[in-house]
């Protein structure tokens, strides 16, 4: 059985796109990806790889009005127990539990506020080979329009601890943690950015945030957030060119929380 990771833990992300040469080809330009497709039974499901090592997904979309979407899956050891406590507090199930080629489970969630997550039941697909390195998912991050619901809706979905600390500016951000490790975080949306809904956002670590963004721009990605310094590293936000939004981050190596 490959790698697993503990419960309430992001352990694979991929991207729903409704143009999968053109994405495959975006990212491999920017983080150098190879997209292995998986063969006439997956459906044109591919794995991403970087340096041989699988770093994420990328299938077709599936929903055409949310069109092209980057999906964060969460770790449980029992994916049929996951999606009762999914509908017991207050969220929807989208895509009931499926076996994938017999490497997994997986089913498809909304929380109580309406954001879309996924849920993996690992057999001999474990998730990642390669995170927190530059060109793979080094962060997950909830942003939602009620923290206090999502705290307890992933506190009982998955048992994942909450914590909240200050980054500074007023900002109050939650740490969802498993094991007493940060896994993911969630912050509020704020009124000032337009009408949003609630998402989870995927982060990769780069080594050059201007330079990686910069590079974003030039084989067709859109700027939704130009580079800018955080306590946790600088970082930019970006619709790649079917119109996913993804993040890129240069972490900062002395910041600890």
């Known amino acids: 059985m490959a790698q697993t990771y503990e419960q309430g833990t992001p352990c694979w992300v991929d991207l729903g796109s409704t143009d999968l040469d053109a994405s495959a080809a975006f990212y491999g330009g920017l983080f150098g990806w190879t997209a292995e497709d998986m063969g006439p039974d997956a459906g044109g499901y591919r794995i991403l ?17 949310r069109g092209s ?37 997986m089913a498809v969630f909304t929380d109580p506020e309406g954001a879309f997550l996924s849920a993996w039941q690992a057999l001999e697909f474990g998730g990642f ?25 992933y506190q009982e979905v998955f048992g994942l601890a909450m914590r909240d600390v200050s980054m500074g500016e007023g900002l109050t951000y939650t740490l969802f943690e498993a094991e007493g490790r940060p896994v993911a975080g969630a912050m509020p949306i704020d009124p000032a950015w337009g009408p949003m809904a609630p998402h989870w956002s995927v982060y990769f670590a780069v080594d050059d945030c201007d330079a990686a963004y910069a590079k974003a721009l030039d084989l067709g990605a859109i700027k939704v957030m130009a580079p800018v310094d955080s306590p946790a590293g600088r970082f930019a936000i970006l619709k790649d060119p079917q119109g996913a939004t993804f993040s890129v981050i240069r972490n900062n190596p002395d910041f600890s929380i």
Do not use: C
């Not at 999606?83 to 207050?90: A, D, M, Q, R, W």
């Not at 390669?130 to 793979?136: D, H, K, Y």
């Open 129 to 153: 080979e390669l995170a927190n390195e530059p060109g793979s998912v080094t962060w997950n991050e909830l942003t939602t329009s009620d923290v206090d619901a999502a705290k307890v809706f």
């Open 69 to 105: 979407t980057w999906s964060t899956y969460f770790a449980t050891p029992d994916l049929q127990y996951t999606s009762i406590k999914v509908e017991e507090h207050g969220g929807r199930v989208v895509a009931p539990s499926m076996d994938v080629m017999g490497q997994g489970r």
């Open 49 to 65: 790889r970087k340096d041989g090592r699988q770093v994420a997904g990328l299938g077709p979309a599936t929903d055409l009005d």
